[in-house]
T-cell receptor, first 118, second 111 residues
């Protein structure tokens, strides 16, 4: 296992179209996170899963955004009716959570999917 | 709400010089992370600091954490061109799960 992978790496779409991104975490990691990064800014948290359960969602995640992790392995992030403001790098990260005391919970990031909405 | 501030946001330095990047955060946190990002690339983990007074070093980079001051520093010793990148600090609220990142420090090392 070479790390977190994301597909596609680049996506160009027209405003109003739907897009879906995939993230494959490091295989033994039980937590998976989605972040969004715009130019010149640090990543902003969107949502995270522990196994298949979605445990937290940011208020940045409007109802046009939905994320799933159906079998506790890979995850998908779908954006419906894309807007130009959705253009960003979407980063996925994974970590191994062993409980608050024992876990470093260090997050390892994938290469990202760069979305451009025309 | 947890906020993270980094300074400077842009740093241009000569090869061989030393400098420090500062990272302040606004509420109690139990760990601090430093990441490096090259243009168009994802984030590479540099350091995880877990306790007050923690210091870690890797090559020309050294990171430290003062939880009482809510301050972490990333010190660069004798900079080389290969260190040119954007450096982010990130932390989480105590017992929280999501990372909150600073805006990043763009480092350019000139020969």
């Amino acid at each position: 296992d070479t790390g977190v992978s994301q597909n596609p790496r680049h996506k160009i779409t027209k405003r109003g179209q739907n897009v879906t991104f995939r993230c494959d975490p490091i295989s033994e990691h039980n937590r998976l996170y989605w972040y969004r990064q715009t130019l010149g800014q640090g990543p902003e948290f969107l949502t995270y899963f522990q196994n298949e359960a979605q445990l937290e969602k940011s208020r940045l995640l409007s109802d046009r955004f939905s994320a799933e992790r159906p079998k506790g392995s890979f995850s998908t992030l779908e954006i419906q009716r894309t807007e130009q403001g959705d253009s960003a790098m979407y980063l996925c990260a994974s970590s191994s959570f062993l409980g608050q005391v024992r876990s470093y919970n260090e997050q390892f990031f994938g290469p990202g999917t760069r979305l451009t909405v025309l | 709400e947890l906020k993270v501030e980094q300074n400077p946001l842009f740093l241009s330095m000569q090869e061989g010089k030393n400098y420090t990047i500062y990272c302040n955060y606004s509420t109690t946190s139990d760990r601090l992370y430093w990441y490096r990002q090259d243009p168009g690339k994802s984030l590479e983990s540099l350091f995880v600091l877990l306790s007050n007074g923690a210091v870690k070093q890797e090559g020309r980079l050294m990171a430290s954490l003062d939880t009482k001051a809510r301050l972490s520093t990333l010190h660069i010793t004798a900079a080389v061109h290969d260190l040119s990148a954007t450096y982010f600090c990130a932390t989480r609220a105590q017992y929280g799960n999501k990372l909150v990142f600073g805006a990043g420090t763009i480092l350019r090392v000139k020969s």
